[in-house]
């Protein structure tokens, strides 16, 4: 049987490799209430968590992402879109990022491209994530401040960054207009 959302995929592929919820968060550095709510409420991580279940269960990240299976090229159109996910401070308060993926299907990518909008709220106490991996985004519209390190950037239309991931960072919009990006994570295989 496929399992069909995120919450079900996590629980067939722990189960598949005969590890407790326990186990996983041990290996992970994830809290079990956080990874219970994962499989039976079925919300949805930013990618740094799911990055470190994929590590710990062996699989590559895509594998929580992918709904089935395509052949080259892959083409993802702009009406077929889907959110994918939410990035989540913890609970129940969402941080105001909303993730579609363009690579969901294509189950033998080594990079993660997501078109990402960015809306204003309040995320200045959001704790920056760090991952192995390189991440490279360009603004499409708005403004949006990179925390990177100590250092903030501040970027608009037409431009870009690329970094690497393992130092703390975090994307927040800046100012009233929500932002729109497109990001291309890499992270490498173990």
Same mark, same amino acid.
């Given at each position: 049987?496929?399992? !069909?959302?995120?919450?079900? #995929?996590? #629980? #067939?592929?722990?189960?598949?490799?005969?590890?407790?919820?326990?186990?996983?968060?041990?290996? +992970?550095?994830?809290?079990?209430? =956080?990874?219970?709510?994962?499989?039976?409420?079925?919300?949805?991580? +930013?990618?740094?968590?799911?990055?470190?279940?994929?590590?710990?269960?062996? /699989?590559?990240?895509? /594998? =929580?992402?992918?709904?089935? /299976?395509?052949?080259?090229? =892959?083409?993802?159109?702009?009406?077929?879109?889907?959110?994918?996910?939410?990035?989540?401070?913890?609970?129940?308060?969402?941080?105001?990022?909303?993730?579609?993926? &363009?690579?969901?299907?294509?189950?033998?990518? !080594?990079?993660?491209?997501?078109?990402?909008?960015?809306?204003?709220?309040?995320?200045?106490?959001?704790?920056?994530?760090? !991952?192995?991996?390189?991440?490279?985004?360009?603004? &499409? +519209?708005?403004?949006?401040?990179?925390?990177?390190?100590?250092?903030?950037?501040?970027?608009?239309?037409?431009?870009?960054?690329?970094?690497?991931?393992?130092?703390? !960072? +975090?994307? /927040?919009?800046?100012?009233?207009?929500?932002?729109?990006?497109?990001?291309?994570?890499? =992270?490498?295989?173990?």
């Amino acid at each position: 049987m496929a399992a !069909h959302n995120l919450g079900e #995929k996590l #629980k #067939k592929y722990r189960e598949m490799n005969n590890v407790s919820r326990e186990r996983l968060a041990e290996i +992970s550095g994830l809290g079990q209430e =956080f990874l219970r709510s994962l499989e039976e409420e079925n919300i949805h991580p +930013s990618l740094g968590p799911l990055l470190k279940i994929s590590r710990a269960l062996g /699989t590559r990240l895509g /594998t =929580f992402l992918d709904d089935e /299976t395509s052949s080259d090229p =892959f083409i993802t159109r702009a009406e077929e879109r889907k959110e994918d996910m939410h990035a989540l401070r913890g609970g129940d308060d969402p941080l105001p990022l909303r993730f579609y993926s &363009l690579g969901r299907g294509k189950t033998d990518r !080594h990079m993660e491209p997501f078109h990402i909008q960015v809306v204003p709220g309040e995320t200045r106490n959001e704790l920056p994530s760090s !991952h192995e991996g390189e991440e490279f985004l360009v603004v &499409l +519209s708005g403004r949006i401040e990179i925390l990177y390190g100590k250092e903030k950037y501040e970027l608009g239309p037409g431009d870009s960054i690329y970094y690497n991931s393992a130092l703390p !960072h +975090s994307v /927040t919009c800046k100012g009233d207009e929500a932002a729109e990006l497109y990001a291309v994570l890499y =992270f490498p295989r173990e």
